[in-house]
């Protein structure tokens, strides 16, 4: 689940892999264009937790980038939430769209 949330914090902020997960961004073709580039963008901490109930989950992340302004930010939070659901024994995590 940590692979998944830093690589949809990647995906949200980058725009790189944003086609993976189309429940979550929509059509790539019609994304935003992202703030940060790959070289001004690094994860600096990131835990998973179970949010409220065994099927719901959190990824939090802790990261900084520098815009395409120039400015440089460092401990920004994001939270990825996730839900399980079980198809034929086989456990899926599924990012949820933000609100």
Known sequence: MLTAGRALLRADAT???RAKWPSVFGDAGQAVVPA??????RIQ???ARRDGSPNRAVVHLVWAGM???GTFTDLRITDWFFT???KK????WT????T
């Open 15 to 17: 725009g790189v892999g």
């Open 36 to 41: 940060f580039t790959t070289a001004h963008f």
């Open 45 to 47: 901490a990131a835990i």
């Open 67 to 69: 815009d395409r302004g």
């Open 84 to 86: 399980r659901t079980i």
């Open 89 to 92: 024994g086989a456990a899926t």
């Open 95 to 98: 990012p949820q769209p933000r």
